[in-house]
C-alpha cells in the first residue's frame, strides 16, 4: 500500500522502518519542523533522519492542518500512519487515505489517553501495558480500535527501557495492521468511553518526591520518571536526585526507622535507606547538584549524607 507516516520522535522510527522493511511504499513521511538547540545549531527529528537514509520524501509544517492538506492531496495516500506526530490532524486530512489514518498508540486503549502513557503507567503501578493500532478521530486517542498487543511490565523496568519494548512492538503491530486493512479484514471496534483514563503531559515539576508517599509509590514513580524529568528532592538546599532506588525488604532496617519522620535517612557505611509513608526506600544510585552520577556507597563516602539527614529541608 501507498503509507504517509506521520511521526516525529525515537518512539516512531522503529514502526517506520517496520513498514519499510515489510515492502509498503512509504511515499512521504511527515514530522515536526527542524529546531534551533543551544548555540544556534539547528537539529531534525529521528524519524527525518531515518526518511533521509531510506530517500524518503519529507514534509515539515508548523501546522499540517493550514499547510499540509493539498500536498497530502497531490501524494494520494492509501493509509496514513501516525506515531507521536504531534500535531492535531483535521478532519479535511483525515478523509484524504481510502483506508484512513491509523496511529499507534503506546497503551492498552481507553486506558492511559494522552501524551505521556508510557509514564504513567509505570508511576500508576501497572504489571501490563502494549500498544493499541487504532482508526484516528478528532477527539484525542478516542478512535475504534483495530489490534493490541500486550506486554508485562519488568518489575524493575524504567520508562526508557519500556519505551524500547513498547517502540519495537508498535513497529509488529502497525505491519499486522497494515496487513489486515489492505486484506480487508479489517475489524474496527469501539472503544468503551466508561473506561478511559486520560495524563497529562510531564513537567519537570512533576519529578519532586513527596516522602510522605510510600515508598512503593515513590518507586513507582522513579521508574515512570526515569530518564526524563526523574525524581529528586533537597540535600543542604542543592537538587539531589535519586536515579535507582528500590523498596526497603529488610525487615531489620525498617525497625531501626520507626521513629525517623519522612524523609529522614538512616546510613551505615555502604548503604542509605529513607523513611518514607509506609515503609523505607532504598537508595541505589544518586547525584547531587553539580556532580557526577554515583551508586550510593561512593556518595556515603564523600560525607554528603548521613544518618539523621532530612532530604527535602
Given at each position: 500500500m501507498?503509507?504517509?507516516?506521520?511521526?516525529?520522535?525515537d518512539f516512531?522510527?522503529e514502526a517506520?522502518?517496520s513498514?519499510?522493511?515489510a515492502g509498503h511504499?512509504v511515499?512521504?513521511v511527515?514530522?515536526q519542523?527542524?529546531?534551533?538547540?543551544?548555540?544556534?545549531?539547528?537539529?531534525?527529528?529521528p524519524v527525518?533522519?531515518?526518511?533521509?537514509e531510506?530517500?524518503?520524501?519529507?514534509?515539515?509544517y508548523e501546522?499540517?492542518?493550514?499547510e499540509?492538506?493539498e500536498?497530502?492531496?497531490?501524494?494520494?495516500p492509501?493509509?496514513?500512519?501516525t506515531?507521536?506526530?504531534?500535531?492535531?490532524?483535521?478532519?479535511?486530512?483525515?478523509?484524504i487515505?481510502?483506508h484512513?489514518?491509523l496511529?499507534?498508540?503506546?497503551?492498552?486503549?481507553?486506558?492511559?489517553?494522552?501524551?505521556?502513557?508510557i509514564?504513567w503507567?509505570?508511576v500508576?503501578?501497572?504489571?501490563?501495558?502494549?500498544?493499541?493500532?487504532?482508526?484516528?478521530?478528532l477527539?484525542?486517542d478516542s478512535g475504534?480500535?483495530?489490534?493490541?498487543?500486550?506486554i508485562?511490565?519488568?518489575p524493575?523496568e524504567?520508562?526508557?527501557?519500556?519505551f524500547e519494548?513498547?517502540?519495537?512492538?508498535?513497529?509488529q503491530a502497525?505491519?499486522?495492521a497494515?496487513?489486515?486493512v489492505e486484506s480487508?479484514?479489517a475489524v474496527?471496534t469501539?472503544?468503551?468511553g466508561?473506561?478511559a483514563t486520560h495524563?497529562p503531559?510531564i513537567?519537570k515539576?512533576d519529578?519532586?518526591?513527596d516522602?510522605?508517599?510510600?515508598?512503593k509509590a515513590?518507586?513507582?514513580?522513579?521508574?515512570g520518571f526515569t530518564?526524563w524529568?526523574?525524581v529528586?528532592?533537597?540535600?543542604?538546599?542543592?537538587?539531589?536526585?535519586?536515579?535507582?532506588?528500590?523498596v526497603?525488604?529488610?525487615?531489620?532496617?525498617?525497625?531501626?526507622?520507626?521513629?525517623?519522620?519522612?524523609?529522614?535517612?538512616?546510613?551505615?557505611?555502604?548503604?542509605?535507606y529513607?523513611?518514607t509513608?509506609?515503609?523505607a526506600?532504598?537508595?541505589?544510585?544518586?547525584q547531587?547538584e553539580?556532580?557526577?552520577v554515583?551508586d550510593i556507597?561512593?556518595?556515603?563516602a564523600?560525607g554528603?549524607?548521613?544518618?539523621g539527614?532530612?532530604l527535602?529541608q
Amino acid at each position: 500500500m501507498r503509507v504517509l507516516f506521520l511521526g516525529t520522535p525515537d518512539f516512531a522510527v522503529e514502526a517506520l522502518k517496520s513498514i519499510i522493511k515489510a515492502g509498503h511504499d512509504v511515499v512521504g513521511v511527515v514530522t515536526q519542523p527542524d529546531r534551533k538547540r543551544n548555540r544556534g545549531e539547528v537539529s531534525y527529528s529521528p524519524v527525518k533522519a531515518c526518511a533521509i537514509e531510506n530517500g524518503i520524501d519529507v514534509y515539515q509544517y508548523e501546522s499540517i492542518r493550514k499547510e499540509g492538506v493539498e500536498d497530502i492531496k497531490r501524494i494520494s495516500p492509501d493509509v496514513m500512519v501516525t506515531c507521536a506526530f504531534g500535531q492535531i490532524i483535521s478532519e479535511e486530512i483525515l478523509d484524504i487515505p481510502k483506508h484512513g489514518v491509523l496511529n499507534i498508540h503506546a497503551s492498552l486503549l481507553p486506558k492511559y489517553r494522552g501524551s505521556s502513557p508510557i509514564q504513567w503507567c509505570l508511576v500508576n503501578g501497572e504489571i501490563k501495558t502494549g500498544v493499541t493500532i487504532m482508526r484516528t478521530a478528532l477527539a484525542v486517542d478516542s478512535g475504534d480500535i483495530l489490534l493490541t498487543k500486550e506486554i508485562d511490565i519488568l518489575p524493575e523496568e524504567n520508562a526508557g527501557e519500556l519505551f524500547e519494548r513498547l517502540a519495537v512492538l508498535g513497529g509488529q503491530a502497525i505491519v499486522q495492521a497494515l496487513e489486515t486493512v489492505e486484506s480487508g479484514n479489517a475489524v474496527f471496534t469501539p472503544q468503551d468511553g466508561s473506561k478511559a483514563t486520560h495524563f497529562p503531559m510531564i513537567k519537570k515539576e512533576d519529578g519532586i518526591l513527596d516522602f510522605s508517599m510510600s515508598a512503593k509509590a515513590i518507586f513507582d514513580k522513579m521508574r515512570g520518571f526515569t530518564p526524563w524529568p526523574s525524581v529528586y528532592t533537597y540535600l543542604d538546599g542543592k537538587l539531589f536526585k535519586i536515579l535507582k532506588c528500590r523498596v526497603c525488604a529488610d525487615e531489620a532496617i525498617k525497625d531501626c526507622m520507626t521513629a525517623l519522620k519522612c524523609g529522614e535517612v538512616y546510613a551505615t557505611r555502604s548503604s542509605a535507606y529513607v523513611k518514607t509513608g509506609d515503609g523505607a526506600l532504598e537508595l541505589i544510585c544518586v547525584q547531587l547538584e553539580g556532580k557526577k552520577v554515583m551508586d550510593i556507597t561512593s556518595f556515603l563516602a564523600g560525607g554528603k549524607l548521613k544518618s539523621g539527614t532530612v532530604l527535602g529541608q
